[in-house]
């Protein structure tokens, strides 16, 4: 009787110490570390063994001396082993004869051929599912007593809670830890301005998000049908410099040594890059972590955007100005324009998005200048020449069917040459918009406008042919005629009538009529007139209309 009361005394003395250790820690590994301990000098055992389920395995998570040391690194695949026959069946497993025992399983890095009685105990949580088992070995053959297998089975049920608070801890922390991360990537992306500096922030705090063992971040090269690598963490971790987009598959997500993640960048439906992270499987996380650098992306190419229209903008102002001493030569460069190469200067009225890009694919390494009722480019010349380029540019506006004019300059070389080129192209713009119909001009077309736009305009010079060229413009804007083109086409054909009504598409009877009225009007008698006093006012008023300037009173 004062033997079972000696052995019950000892059972309790064990409980509660396991029960102290059990509520003196949140960390699992000191909790079990101490209740294997307890056990072994508890039971005169030698040894004790703590496995979990993770998946489809039960890990060592904690052993007796000299074994400790393989704790994470024993696994027993499913139905292997005393331990999982518990952790099946629900209910303590023994065996005096572990030799010959079908359902053992011999671990040479746990020298079990030296054991010969073994008891495992299933380990079950609060919803009584089985979380693991505890193993206890001996040397000799031994028979365990109802008392000793009470105790080990109390001390699993204890160990379940403490298993299970522990989780729940390690849960919430490692919770924090996540929201921490992401809130560290976050700010990281908010503070970045380049991509140089985006791309290593994500890889590294993406790997430490995911806990994984290596992260790689790959954009999409625009240029081909490949993703590239831009980072990765650590550094100097190697893997695949490109990736294909036919290689593209679904993303993946494996449980086990092996887990990794793939997930793309994506902003908009739109394709950016791609995610990769080897030893791990939080997907959740990893798509969170490519949102964020999805906008980043997208913020730091705005940012770009933004910085290189500046840039331009101050570009093309210095070279119109004439300015071309200073950083002049640091902007061409960091813009990727060669001003010892051959370019036109081009104006586009009113700018129109579509035309601009058709332009630009036609002339690699050309500048856009957007401005509010106008765009200005430098399009490289290419090896064909001038001419071609030209023809390009007269095609693109026929395609588009759009009602856009287009002035264009003779051709630039060196800084101080484009001065010029930006006045030609205007006035070239200017003189399509004389012209009536819109369409693409090149500064030589203007003809005699070339020396008519640099003369000054100031209507206190008198000038009495303009005055009575003037009175015909006045009476076509009121009663929508046209004796101001029929004047301009006549002496364009040197008053010869056949040709004159063929042009104008009007009988030659017609063309006698308005050639009268036009005498009555103005007074001009084109008979004793100095044709081309006259032809210079027909084209000097024209001009003042497209300028939008105020005839002379």
Known sequence: MAKGTTAAQAGERILYEIVSTVGSSLELGEVLDAVVRLLSDASAVHACFVYLIEGDRLVLRAASEPYSGLAGEIVLDKGEGIAWWAVEHGEPAFTQNAVDDPRNKFVPELEEEKFQSLLSVPVSGRDTDVIGAITMHTEAPREFTAEEVELLASTASLVAGAIENARLYEETRQRVGELEHLTELAETLARAQQLAEVLPAVAEHTRQLLRSSSCHVYLLDGGSEELRLRASAPAREETRPAIRLSELGPEIARSGRSASVTVPIVADDEL??????????????????????????????????????????????????????????????????????????????????????????????????????????????????????????????????????????????????????????????????????????????????????????????????????????????????????????????????????????????????????????????????????????????????????????
């Open 272 to 553: 950016l890059g791609l995610i990769t992270a080897e030893g791990t499987s939080e997907v959740d996380l990893a798509r969170a972590a490519a949102n964020q650098t999805a906008v980043a992306i997208k913020k730091v190419e705005l940012i770009e955007r933004l910085t290189e229209k500046n840039l331009i903008k101050d570009f093309f102002e210095q070279l119109a100005g004439g300015n071309v001493l200073g950083a002049v030569e640091g902007r061409a460069a960091r813009l990727g324009c060669d001003l010892d190469r051959k370019y036109l200067v081009v104006e586009v009225a009113p700018p129109e998005e579509a035309i601009e890009k058709a332009i630009a694919s036609t002339t690699p390494g050309s500048l856009f200048d957007h401005r509010d009722d106008s765009s200005r480019a430098l399009l490289r010349v290419p090896l064909v020449g001038e001419a071609a380029l030209v023809e390009r540019i007269q095609a693109v506006h026929a395609e588009s069917g759009s009602d856009v004019s287009i002035g264009i300059s003779n051709a630039c070389i060196g800084a101080a040459s484009f001065q010029a080129g930006f006045e030609e192209a205007g006035h070239a713009l200017l003189g399509s918009v004389i012209r009536g119909t819109p369409g693409v001009m090149t500064y030589e077309e203007l003809g005699p406008y070339k020396y008519l736009l640099r003369m000054s305009l100031d209507s206190t010079v008198r000038d009495s042919q303009r005055d009575l060229v003037a009175k015909i413009a006045d009476y076509d804007r009121q009663r929508q005629t046209s004796l101001l083109r029929t004047l301009e086409e006549f002496l364009r054909r040197r008053g010869n009538i056949s040709a004159t009504a063929e042009a104008l598409y009007v009988h030659p009877n017609t063309l006698r009529q308005r050639l009268r009225r036009i005498q009555q009007l103005s007074g001009l008698d084109l008979r004793k007139e100095d044709w081309l006093l006259i032809e210079i006012a027909v084209k000097m008023v024209k001009l003042q209309e497209a300028l939008g300037r105020s005839e002379p009173t």
